[in-house]
């Protein structure tokens, strides 16, 4: 399948990538629940959250880090081209029960350039995350196939 | 009993096989707002973060194994890190072998390090996950 590896022109260590806003409602947590199996109560309960001190309903990191990889699925146009992804889970993202959930803001930029076991071009992408002027992942690097 | 440093290199044995499905594919993209044709039909790739449900049968066990004394509600998921040698499949079987690398104990809490070995029932390798957990103790929940 041909999928456009670079949208915005050649690829070198600099390139951002474009921007991505994600909202995050209750009505996401509880949709990530049931497609993830993780019932954690602190992702849709106030009372169990507040038990383990957390200010509120927080979203499960793995929604945070799996939605923050959209900026690099979306750009590469094949998820299958992504080789690795890491990430820190430094705060979490509070969910208030509202109309308009949280919002987070990803960027990314290419950080380095190498090639793969086979030969072809690949590309590191920093990642950031943000909620609330916060950073929600820290350290977050994608590996990715830049040729198909 | 506590969890210690004598708990590195204790491997757990492999979970029951998951057999991936489009549909779950489909309904996991979903939830992380991925629209794209690839998630979608019998040809479908599973995000990458998929292998975080495949592993976490595999981090279930560990959690429950009485010998570490570990408590749910007081781990936290530290950091996470996913190398993939190929995206999960619709129709994939796959097991996941979780060893313990790591164990460090600082004030209040025993840090965790798992590595989750994500296999087909053909013995092809899917991939790696490995996860920080932060195991905080009694006092300091």
């Not at chain 1, 920093?126 to 040729?147: H, N, P």
């Amino acid at each position: 399948m041909s999928a456009p590896a670079q949208p915005g022109g050649p690829v070198e260590v600099g390139t951002e990538l474009p921007p991505l806003t994600v909202r995050l409602t209750r009505t996401d947590l509880v949709r990530y629940a049931g497609a993830s199996g993780d019932f954690n109560p602190i992702h849709h309960s106030e009372h169990f959250a507040a038990q383990v001190g957390l200010p509120g309903v927080v979203a499960h990191g793995m929604l945070t880090m799996g939605t923050a990889l959209r900026v690099v699925t979306d750009w590469v146009g094949d998820p299958a081209r992504v080789r690795t992804y890491a990430a820190r889970f430094t705060r979490p993202v509070v969910v208030p029960d509202d109309a308009t959930g949280a919002e987070v803001l990803v960027t990314a930029t290419v950080t380095a350039l190498g090639t793969s076991a086979t030969g072809g071009r690949t590309a590191t992408v920093s990642i950031e995350a943000v909620c609330d002027g916060q950073k929600v992942l820290g350290a977050a690097r994608a590996e990715v196939e830049l040729d198909g | 009993m506590p969890i210690t440093q004598a708990h590195v290199g204790r491997q757990y044995p492999p979970t029951p096989a998951y057999e991936v499905s489009a549909a779950k594919i489909a309904e996991f993209a979903t939830a992380l707002g991925e629209t794209g044709d690839r998630y979608r039909g019998q040809d479908a790739v599973a995000p990458p973060t998929f292998a975080a449900v495949v592993a976490a049968p595999a981090w279930q066990a560990m959690f429950d194994d009485p010998e570490l004394g570990l408590a749910l509600h007081r781990i936290v998921h530290g950091d996470q890190r996913f190398e993939l040698a190929r995206p999960l499949r619709a129709g994939d079987r796959v097991q996941a072998v979780l060893s313990i690398e790591k164990v460090r104990s600082r004030a209040g809490a025993d840090i965790i390090g798992a590595l989750v070995t994500l296999r087909t029932t053909e013995d092809e390798l899917v991939g790696t996950a490995t996860a920080t957990f932060f195991h905080s103790h009694e006092a300091a929940a």
